[in-house]
C-alpha cells in the first residue's frame, strides 16, 4: 500500500507564491509517474501537472509559466511551486501517482488534498 501526503496548502493573496509537497511512503515499488490535479468548488476535478518516470512534464494551460512541478526520486517526493496566484487557482489540490509494484501490478493512489485559497 502507498500513501501519499500533502502539505503546504493555506492562504495567499493574488500574486504570491505557496509551493505545496507530496511525499510517497511504502514499499516494493517503483513511481510510473506523479501528478497534481485540483478541483474547485462546483467544478470537476482537472489535472494541472505531471511529472513522469522519462521526466517528461505537462502543465495545463492555464497554469503555464506560473507553476513548476519537480521531483526527487531518491525521496519519493513532488512539489509545485506556483507562483503569480490568481484567485481561480482557488481549489483543494492532490497529489496522484502511478504505481508498479515489482510483482507487476499497477495501482493509482490520491493523497486526501490540500487546499489553497487565492483571495485578498
Known amino acids: 500500500q502507498v500513501q501519499l501526503v500533502e502539505s503546504g496548502g493555506g492562504l495567499v493573496q493574488p500574486g504570491g507564491s505557496l509551493r505545496l509537497s507530496c511525499a510517497a511512503s511504502?514499499?516494493?515499488?517503483?513511481?510510473?509517474?506523479m501528478a497534481w490535479y485540483r478541483q474547485a468548488p462546483g467544478k470537476e476535478r482537472e489535472l494541472v501537472a505531471i511529472i513522469r518516470s522519462s521526466s517528461t512534464i505537462d502543465y495545463a494551460d492555464s497554469v503555464k509559466g506560473r507553476f513548476t512541478i519537480s521531483r526527487n526520486n531518491g525521496e519519493n517526493t513532488m512539489a509545485l511551486q506556483m507562483n503569480s496566484l490568481k484567485p481561480e487557482d482557488t481549489a483543494v489540490y492532490y497529489c496522484?501517482?502511478?504505481?508498479?509494484?515489482?510483482?507487476?501490478?499497477?495501482?493509482?493512489?490520491w493523497g486526501k488534498g490540500t487546499l489553497v485559497t487565492v483571495s485578498s
Open positions: 511504502g514499499s516494493d515499488f517503483s513511481i510510473n509517474f
Open positions: 496522484n501517482a502511478r504505481v508498479t509494484y515489482w510483482h507487476g501490478t499497477t495501482m493509482d493512489y
